[in-house]
């Protein structure tokens, strides 16, 4: 199976931005990788909503800056089972998944996935203040650089994704899930890119990548044992 890292928190908390820069470091090390987000297949989703004018029951609403809100929570469920459906049909071993999404509650949302499919997980939760979020989503989306930097309205980011979820990742998800504590991560991110990034650097040489090379050491030595085993 693949390493798959859960990258969590608000949006404007900086999970894009990590999994852009680890994608960038992973490369750097020759090895393979996914990026998988339910902002994209939200957005796909949404698209086709916005193009049907017969549509009965509407789970988005347009907003400004090619952006959209979501109305009917019920689509963030659907979203997170097709994400897991993905992931599973694109599985490699020694292959990095990055899976990017922000909840209110993670305690609940989580419980979409399966339990075999969270076990050899990592989850890297990204904390910034609300109204730092806020400002952040507001000037990405005013002069987008990436394909990242879409819009979100105020009112979703102080209402729906106003709680504070850090508590739960801190103390009780890796109970949970019957996860090693030392697989879930919380990282500030209320000061300067720079520095931001010498944290996620810092994770990812520790933790991720000898996690991504013992993976490939168990594929190579799986592989040769079949060689082995055809040429008996």
């Given at each position: 199976?693949?390493?798959?890292?859960?990258?969590l928190?608000?949006?404007?908390?900086?999970?894009?931005?990590?999994?852009?820069?680890?994608?960038?470091?992973?490369?750097?090390k020759?090895?393979?990788?996914?990026?998988?987000?339910?902002?994209?297949i939200?957005?796909?989703?949404?698209?086709?909503?916005?193009?049907?004018?017969?549509?009965?029951?509407?789970?988005?609403?347009?907003?400004?800056?090619d952006?959209?809100?979501?109305?009917?929570?019920?689509?963030l469920?659907?979203?997170?089972?097709e994400?897991?459906?993905?992931?599973?049909?694109?599985?490699?071993?020694?292959?990095?998944?990055?899976?990017?999404?922000?909840?209110?509650?993670?305690?609940?949302?989580?419980?979409?996935f399966?339990?075999?499919f969270?076990?050899?997980?990592?989850?890297l939760?990204?904390?910034?203040?609300?109204?730092?979020?806020?400002?952040?989503?507001?000037?990405?989306?005013?002069?987008?650089?990436?394909?990242?930097?879409?819009?979100?309205?105020?009112?979703?980011i102080?209402?729906?994704?106003?709680?504070?979820?850090?508590?739960?990742?801190?103390?009780?998800?890796?109970?949970?899930?019957?996860?090693?504590?030392?697989?879930?991560?919380?990282?500030?991110?209320?000061?300067?890119?720079?520095?931001f990034l010498?944290?996620?650097?810092r994770?990812?040489?520790e933790?991720?990548?000898?996690?991504?090379?013992?993976?490939?050491?168990?594929?190579?030595?799986?592989?040769?044992?079949?060689?082995?085993f055809?040429?008996?």
């Amino acid at each position: 199976m693949s390493v798959k890292l859960f990258l969590l928190g608000r949006p404007g908390s900086g999970k894009s931005m990590a999994a852009r820069y680890m994608l960038k470091l992973a490369s750097r090390k020759g090895l393979a990788t996914g990026r998988i987000n339910d902002y994209s297949i939200l957005y796909q989703w949404f698209q086709v909503e916005r193009h049907r004018s017969n549509v009965e029951h509407r789970y988005f609403q347009e907003r400004e800056r090619d952006g959209f809100d979501v109305i009917d929570f019920s689509v963030l469920r659907l979203a997170l089972e097709e994400i897991q459906k993905r992931i599973i049909r694109n599985s490699s071993p020694g292959k990095l998944i990055f899976i990017e999404f922000a909840r209110d509650n993670y305690s609940e949302v989580l419980q979409v996935f399966d339990r075999d499919f969270l076990r050899d997980a990592y989850f890297l939760f990204l904390d910034a203040p609300v109204p730092l979020c806020v400002e952040r989503v507001y000037k990405r989306s005013l002069h987008p650089k990436t394909v990242d930097d879409h819009f979100v309205s105020k009112e979703i980011i102080e209402g729906y994704y106003g709680m504070d979820c850090r508590s739960y990742i801190e103390t009780k998800l890796a109970s949970e899930y019957l996860l090693d504590e030392t697989k879930v991560r919380v990282i500030d991110n209320n000061g300067t890119v720079d520095d931001f990034l010498l944290k996620i650097r810092r994770i990812f040489d520790e933790e991720y990548l000898p996690e991504l090379q013992k993976a490939e050491l168990r594929q190579i030595r799986s592989i040769n044992k079949g060689v082995s085993f055809m040429c008996s």
